[in-house]
């Protein structure tokens, strides 16, 4: 079994849709869950990141822990174009892991105007 | 942006022949990291640094060694590269107690 598992897509939806991406997790040590944004032919960039379970928003991205389940998302509302990217969930134990991330697949987002 | 450069950007080689990518930053970030991207697996560690001289191995690290001789410099060395190594690789930075890693922009590196 994966650590992490993340639907790929691709994810195709119009501009004004609400999008919702998701990750499952089978390492208990997680403890901080980040969401990373990555343009075509650009590094990942960090989008948001959560600590503890429940919901944190940022304008139109909302990201969701609900570590009972071990199930993180993202919400983005009112899709834009310039939304299109690969979005990859990431996760970090903390402690003594040296910063180290484990990703996700990574997800395909196209939005069409 | 933060500051970490990768060279070189783009390299096609050839099977067998050792290649190293070198990352710079001007973070003074202590922890630095290789990832391989390819499709379907996400971003996967290779090796990490977490001090000079000081370095582990990662999830993909078969094939791979680096190398830290200054804080700013991270090298990744394929000692004789294989088609398997067809990727586009990432170097990341971290600075101690931050949970946020800087990418770079990647090397794409093509094995024919």
């Known amino acids: 079994q994966k650590e992490v598992e993340q639907d790929p897509g691709p994810l195709s939806v119009p501009e004004g849709a609400i999008v919702s991406l998701n990750c499952t997790y089978s390492?208990?040590?997680?403890?901080?869950f980040m969401w990373y944004r990555q343009y075509s032919r650009k590094g990942p960039e960090l989008l948001m990141y959560?600590?503890?379970?429940g919901n944190k928003e940022d304008g139109r991205f909302t990201a969701q822990v609900d570590k009972s389940s071990k199930y993180i998302s993202l919400f983005i509302r009112d899709s834009q174009p310039s939304d299109s990217a690969t979005y990859l969930c990431?996760?970090?134990?903390?402690?003594?892991?040296?910063?180290?991330?484990?990703f996700g697949q990574g997800t395909i987002l196209t939005v069409h105007p | 942006d933060a500051g970490i450069t990768q060279s070189p950007r783009h390299k096609v080689t050839e099977t067998g022949t050792p290649v190293t990518l070198r990352c710079h930053q001007t973070e003074n970030h202590r922890y630095m990291y290789w990832y391989r991207q390819d499709p379907g697996h996400g971003l996967r560690l290779i090796h990490y640094?977490?001090?000079?001289?000081?370095?582990d191995k990662g999830e993909v690290s078969d094939g791979y060694s680096v190398s830290r001789s200054k804080t700013e410099d991270f090298l990744l060395t394929l000692e004789s590269a294989t088609s398997s190594q067809t990727s586009v690789y990432f170097c990341?930075?971290?600075?101690?107690?931050?949970?946020?890693?800087?990418f770079g922009q990647g090397t794409r590196l093509t094995v024919v």
């Open positions: 959560t600590y503890s379970s």
């Open positions: 640094s977490y001090g000079v001289k000081d370095t």
């Open positions: 990431a996760f970090y134990a903390g402690g003594t892991s040296y910063g180290k991330l484990t």
């Open positions: 990341a930075t971290s600075g101690v107690g931050n949970t946020e890693a800087f």
């Open positions: 390492n208990s040590a997680f403890q901080y």
